[in-house]
Each structure stands twice: as C-alpha cells, then as structure tokens.
C-alpha cells in the first residue's frame, strides 16, 4: 500500500507541478534518524506573473484603502488561490488573493495567470 501511495503521489507531482507536502506517518518512508520524509505533491494554485513597473502592494483586504502587508516586485511569479470583485483599480474589479494561509490580496489589474486556472473565492 504504501508503495503504492507513494508511487501515484511522484506520478501526480511530475505530471501536475512541483512542490513538497507532509505526509501522513503510516504512508512516509523514515528519514535518517526515523523522521518522516516528505514526497513531491501536486501544487494545487495557479501563477500569476506580476506585470506592473513598480512594486506592487499586497493588501488585507480587496481595495487599494485597506492595510499594506507587503510588496510583490516586477517579473515576480506568485501563487494565486482565488479572485474576488474589489475596488475598480484603472477599470479592473479583479483581486486575487494569494495562495498562503491569510487572507493577502493583490489588484488583478497588474497579475496575468500564466499557469492553472483560477476559480471565484
């Protein structure tokens, strides 16, 4: 069983993408010293590729007067969870929240999805 997870598993990520995950203990290999490895695991997010000449900031929240959380930089490549309707940012409604654990969200008008698809939040 175990081999066979573990095979559909590496099938799956050469074929979908690249990335790790955690996998449960009864189905990991031990490691040196009896720890668990982790095995390739299909990147479920699609990637945007930042299109804007500046920075670009990452807010809390899907419009431009919500709290700065960061910045994203020209040419960057992001993972993308979901888009939502936001403030109109030079006539684009689109913000794309990006694929991490708290809710950061990017102005669509400056991200083209250049792998994957992405569905409504």
Known sequence: MK???????????????????AVPAAFA????AGVPVAVP?????AKG??????????RARPTTHSRVLGHLHPGQIVDIKCWARGQSVHGDRTWYRLGIST???VAGRYIRIIKGRVHHC
């Open 29 to 32: 290999d031990a490691g040196p």
């Open 49 to 58: 590729l930042v299109t804007s000449h500046h920075r670009l900031a990452i």
């Open 41 to 45: 695991a299909v990147n479920a997010y």
């Open 103 to 105: 809710p950061e969200w």
């Open 3 to 21: 081999t066979l997870y573990k095979a559909a598993i590496a099938v799956m990520a050469g074929v979908m993408g690249t990335g790790t995950v």
